[in-house]
């Protein structure tokens, strides 16, 4: 492989890397045909990238700790500093930060944070979380991030066939959450027609329907449990999701478009690709880990955002092939830096090639779950996507569930209840169904569920993220313990 030439890289794709935050032309795309924005990064020797994204970090650590209270002494308590960056092998040195340390920061710091590397004057965007799990966290995006958002997004989903010809129906909500503002900034930038029809309205899934099949829009961007829910939607209204034309579907948001059964019905139900993209919120520019299209895994773009996968009790790297944690690190961020923020998703990582030339490290499973979303069971670690992926493989499920976990006496009893399809609706092959379903959910749990099926249509839909399960345990032990006080 040849040597990453940045005069070049300058000169034929206006992507300046001896400034820090780089420079890039407002107007460079490449050729419709080619399959990299940047194929002289994307395909170089993972060597050659190391040595540029050493030097981006560089500049991002120091920059950080001059302007930033919250990481000078942080890094101060861990006794590191930007001299004891000597090697990319050396940001493990360095501790690791959670969200409720930001919320924290922000909670003494309002509104911003301690994390805020510029004056607030230069704050031109506010997203920020909805809150419902604690005290919302606000994001602060000054305008050079913002360009820098959307030209990262563009050359992400330029790797997943997204084209200047295409036609993007973005469904999801136009609020604080900045996932279809990502979307959209970075459709923008690559040229293709943009569609921001939005989600959450009452109503407003069966007007998407309508206006698609005027429109015909050929890549759609969502949650996927609401692109499950817009194809019953239209189903409903006598249409046949694949009459859309649809040829690219991404998302992010929730973890179905890297779990292989929820991919393949989403491909099967609309003729398309399903592409499986994101990182978090704070970490925006989020695609930076995005699948490309031949779909093997998402590839990280370690020169965006630099991704470590760890264990995810000392966070410290594992070997290529092993699970852990993603800890992300921004390359060019000057307002918000996170730096080895822990995202406690779940996935897997490796380094062999794709068949696309890319050379990055990819994650082959996508993020397929949540450490802290997981629950215990009669001592066994179940998380809801394992249980998703053996719902939609089996034939005659009918397209949602629910996981009530509640305790009876010492006991945890975990009910699955699942939607069976209308061809499986007559008695015998309802029982043969809940028979298979309670078998295989026994084999890849470890427990023996109680398995209960209902007409499909019957659970609750959800325009946003699915919330799938309910743990009435506590509901237990708060009763156990009146009724401890009454004796």
């Known amino acids: 492989m040849p ?11 206006g992507l300046d890397l001896t ?23 994307e395909c170089a020797d993972p060597g050659e990238r190391d040595d540029i994204i050493f030097r981006k970090l560089q500049k991002q650590i120091q920059y950080a700790w001059e302007r930033s209270s919250f990481y000078r002494s942080r890094w101060e308590q861990a006794g590191v500093s930007p001299a004891t960056l000597k090697c990319l092998a050396d940001l493990p040195k360095f501790p690791v930060i959670q969200k409720a340390d930001l919320r924290q920061a922000q909670a003494e710091h309002p509104p911003f944070g301690d994390y805020l590397c510029v004056d607030p004057s230069r704050v031109a965007r506010i997203h920020g979380t909805s809150g419902t799990t604690g005290r919302p966290t606000v994001f602060g995006i000054d ?27 973005i469904c999801s909500f136009f609020s604080l959450y900045l996932g279809s503002w990502g979307a959209l900034k970075g459709c923008e930038r690559l040229g293709a027609a943009v569609f921001p029809f939005g989600a959450g309205v009452a109503g407003q899934t069966r007007m998407a329907v309508e206006w698609a099949r005027q429109m015909q829009p050929t890549a759609l961007y969502s949650t996927p449990s609401y692109a499950l829910h817009f194809a019953e939607t239209a189903r409903r209204e006598g249409v046949d999701p694949r009459s859309f034309g649809i040829r690219t579907l991404f998302f992010s948001g929730e973890p179905g478009a890297g779990i292989p059964s929820t991919k393949h019905q989403i491909e099967e139900t ?43 009790q ?26 080895r923020l822990v995202s406690n998703d779940r996935t897997r990582w490796i380094d062999e090639p794709c068949r696309c030339g ?23 670690n179940i998380y809801p996507s394992t249980i998703e992926d053996t719902l939609r493989s089996t034939e005659g499920f009918g397209g949602e569930f629910q996981v ?13 209840r699942a939607e069976y399809a209308p061809s499986h609706g007559d008695p015998e092959k309802l029982n043969a169904l809940r028979v298979t379903i309670r078998e295989r959910l026994r084999t890849r749990l ?20 699915a919330r799938r399960v309910v743990d009435d345990r506590e509901l237990y032990r708060h009763s156990a313990g009146e009724r401890q006080d009454e004796v």
């Open 404 to 416: 009530i976990i509640s305790r009876e006496e010492t006991m945890d009893e975990l009910l699955v």
């Open 314 to 339: 000392s966070y410290q790297p594992v070997p290529y092939g092993y699970e852990g944690t993603p800890v992300y690190t921004h390359l060019e961020r000057t307002s918000q830096p996170m730096i």
């Open 446 to 465: 470890g427990v023996h569920p109680v398995v209960e099926l209902v007409p499909s249509g019957e659970l609750p839909r959800h325009e946003f993220k």
């Open 19 to 41: 400034v820090w935050p780089p420079g890039y032309r407002a107007n460079y795309q490449p050729a419709e045909a080619s399959d990299h924005w940047y194929p002289e990064i």
């Open 270 to 312: 609309f003729g398309g690709a399903c592409i499986d993209l994101g990182t978090m919120a704070e970490m925006t520019p989020w695609m930076s880990s995005g699948e490309c299209r031949h779909r093997t895994g998402m590839h990280l773009y370690q020169d965006i955002v630099y991704t470590e996968v760890c264990d995810p």
């Open 358 to 380: 890319r050379t990055y490290p990819r994650l082959p499973d996508g993020l397929y779950g949540r450490y802290d979303d997981m629950f215990i069971v009669r001592g066994e």
């Open 143 to 169: 305008n050079g991030d913002w360009e820098r958002i959307g030209e990262a997004h563009a050359r992400v989903l330029w790797g997943a066939g997204i084209r200047p010809r295409d036609r993007v129906l």
């Open 3 to 13: 040597r990453i030439d940045l005069r070049r890289l300058e000169t034929l794709r």
